[in-house]
C-alpha cells in the first residue's frame, strides 16, 4: 500500500464521496439511502483513503460464520491500481478476527472484470441467482461465489 494512503472504518461523513464514486463506476448504482442504511446498521465497512480522498470502499457485513461481501467499488480513475486487492485483503482480516469461517458475494453475470478478479483472490463459483439484478430490457443473473478463509 502506498505510504500515504491508509485503510479505515467506513464512516457517515464519507457517505457523499462513497455515493459519487458509486455512481460514476455502476450503470445501476446503489441509492444514497441503502449506503446510509449499511452505516447506520453498523456494516463493518471499510475505505481506502489517500491524502483526504476516497479511492474505494467496501460494504460488507457477518452473518454466522460467514462474511457477506455486498458491494467493493474503486474510483473509476484508480482502477486497475490493486487498490481494490488492498481492501479485499484488509477484508479478510477482519472477517477472520470477528470469527468468518468463509466470505460469499453475488456477481453480475455480464461483469467479467469482477468475476476474474474474484477468480483471482480464489473465489469459487457455487450458484446462480436467476434475475437478481435490474438490466436493460429485464432482469440479470447473478454469479454466487465463495471463497473459504483458512485459518492463518
Same mark, same amino acid.
Given at each position: 500500500?502506498?505510504?500515504? %494512503?491508509?485503510? #479505515?472504518?467506513?464512516?457517515?461523513?464519507?457517505?457523499?464521496?462513497?455515493?459519487? *464514486?458509486? @455512481?460514476?463506476?455502476?450503470?445501476?448504482?446503489?441509492?444514497?439511502?441503502?449506503?446510509?442504511?449499511?452505516?447506520? @446498521?453498523?456494516?463493518?465497512?471499510?475505505?481506502? $483513503?489517500?491524502?483526504? @480522498?476516497?479511492?474505494?470502499?467496501?460494504?460488507?457485513?457477518?452473518?454466522?460464520?460467514?462474511?457477506?461481501?455486498?458491494?467493493?467499488?474503486?474510483? %473509476? %480513475?484508480?482502477?486497475?491500481?490493486?487498490?481494490?486487492?488492498?481492501? *479485499?485483503?484488509?477484508?479478510?482480516?477482519?472477517?477472520?478476527?470477528?470469527?468468518?469461517?468463509?466470505?460469499?458475494?453475488?456477481?453480475? $453475470? %455480464?461483469?467479467?472484470?469482477?468475476?476474474?478478479?474474484?477468480?483471482?483472490?480464489?473465489?469459487?463459483?457455487?450458484?446462480?441467482?436467476?434475475?437478481?439484478?435490474?438490466?436493460?430490457?429485464? #432482469? $440479470?443473473?447473478?454469479?454466487?461465489?465463495?471463497?473459504?478463509?483458512?485459518?492463518?
Amino acid at each position: 500500500m502506498e505510504s500515504n %494512503s491508509v485503510i #479505515r472504518p467506513l464512516e457517515v461523513i464519507d457517505l457523499e464521496q462513497v455515493v459519487t *464514486i458509486e @455512481q460514476e463506476a455502476h450503470e445501476y448504482p446503489w441509492k444514497k439511502s441503502i449506503h446510509l442504511s449499511c452505516i447506520e @446498521q453498523e456494516y463493518p465497512s471499510l475505505v481506502l $483513503e489517500r491524502e483526504g @480522498q476516497i479511492l474505494a470502499y467496501v460494504i460488507f457485513n457477518y452473518l454466522y460464520d460467514e462474511c457477506h461481501l455486498m458491494n467493493i467499488t474503486t474510483q %473509476s %480513475s484508480h482502477q486497475g491500481q490493486g487498490i481494490a486487492t488492498q481492501l *479485499i485483503q484488509s477484508l479478510y482480516s477482519h472477517a477472520k478476527l470477528a470469527g468468518m469461517k468463509s466470505v460469499l458475494l453475488e456477481v453480475r $453475470e %455480464s461483469n467479467q472484470p469482477a468475476i476474474a478478479f474474484y477468480q483471482r483472490q480464489q473465489f469459487e463459483v457455487i450458484g446462480q441467482r436467476l434475475g437478481y439484478y435490474p438490466a436493460t430490457g429485464g #432482469r $440479470e443473473a447473478a454469479i454466487v461465489m465463495r471463497k473459504a478463509l483458512l485459518e492463518a
